[in-house]
């Protein structure tokens, strides 16, 4: 996986966990949807990457 890549895929899964507190502090059903939708979202990306790191070799 490409350092960039990698890179990506953590700050996507770091924004949407935070969005998803943030949803849940101010008790915003919809901010936490989105923020779990962000965080599956690079959960998906870094698996994909994982996969293609696991082809490689």
Do not use: C, I, P
């Amino acid at each position: 996986m490409s350092k960039n890549q990698k890179a990506e895929a953590r700050t996507e899964q770091a924004k949407g966990k935070a969005k998803e507190a943030a949803g849940r502090m101010v008790g915003n059903e919809r901010m936490t949807g989105e923020g779990r939708a962000e965080k599956a979202k690079g959960d998906a990306r870094q698996a994909k990457e994982k996969g293609k790191d696991v082809l490689k070799d």
